[in-house]
Antibody, heavy 120, light 108 residues
Framework: QVQLQQSGPGLVKPSQTLSLTCGVS??????????WNWMRQSPSRGLEWLGW?????????EYAESVKGRITINPDTPKNQFSLQLNSVTPEDTAVYYC??????????WGQGTLVTVSS | DIRMTQSPSSVSASVGDRVTITCRAS??????LAWYQQKPGKAPKLLIR???SLQSGVPSRFSGSGSGTDFTLTISSLQPEDVATYFC??????????FGQGTRLEIK
């Protein structure tokens, strides 16, 4: 059974960097054909895909236009986890953040979610 | 971006009722349509992919249909544990996916 476990702070100050980690068990993040994603959900923006990292001969990343330039998703193969960094946050980045596994263009396993509040 | 519009935004029905939720895409998305169920305080759960393919373990009372721009999620006989918010997701422009705004389902 695939499980994703999120960790990271729930409060970030404006202009600082949001950092979250997603540990994976029951699958390898180097699994060909599977993507490891970050999403967020807020009342104002709904469910929003932020980006992914995936391995096929080498590591690839792709990011949503809405956060491109501020976001980095990094794999950590030895620890079988991946991370999210979102720079220069504002209160508009306040949301519940989820990591999830992508397969066949859908998202079949999700982390438990982390409410991140951007506030001074 | 492809916009996904769900209707209704909320629905109340009795146990045993047939419930239908609609999702319309702003342009054709072939069969790249999925449905998720989200219970309060929990992550979304994948129910259906590729319009009508039920995920393993999902009760057979759930079904999906549609093509092009118009899609439907049907619960054939509503059960108390189906109380949740349901989202559609288009994957035609994968990985730039988009979700509907959600339909809240309650029991009368």
């Amino acid at each position: 059974q695939v499980q994703l476990q999120q960790s990271g702070p729930g409060l970030v100050k404006p202009s600082q960097t949001l950092s979250l980690t997603c540990g994976v068990s029951g699958d390898s993040i180097s699994h060909n054909g599977v993507a490891w994603n970050w999403m967020r959900q807020s009342p104002s923006r709904g469910l929003e895909w932020l980006g992914w990292t995936y391995y096929t001969s080498r590591w690839y990343n792709e990011y949503a236009e809405s956060v491109k330039g501020r976001i980095t998703i990094n794999p950590d193969t030895p620890k079988n986890q991946f991370s999210l960094q979102l720079n220069s946050v504002t209160p508009e980045d306040t949301a519940v953040y989820y990591c999830c596994r992508g397969s066949y263009r859908t998202f079949d396993y999700w982390g438990q979610g982390t409410l991140v509040t951007v506030s001074s | 971006d492809i916009r996904m519009t769900q209707s209704p935004s909320s629905v109340s029905a009795s146990v045993g009722d047939r419930v239908t939720i609609t999702c319309r895409a702003s342009q054709g998305i072939s069969n790249w349509l999925a449905w998720y169920q989200q219970k309060p305080g929990k992550a979304p759960k994948l129910l259906i992919r590729a319009v009508s393919s039920l995920q393993s373990g999902v009760p057979s009372r759930f079904s999906g249909s549609g093509s092009g721009t118009d899609f439907t999620l049907t619960i054939s006989s509503l059960q108390p544990e189906d109380v949740a918010t349901y989202f559609c997701q288009q994957a035609n422009s994968f990985p730039q996916v988009t979700f509907g705004q959600g339909t809240r389902l309650e029991i009368k």
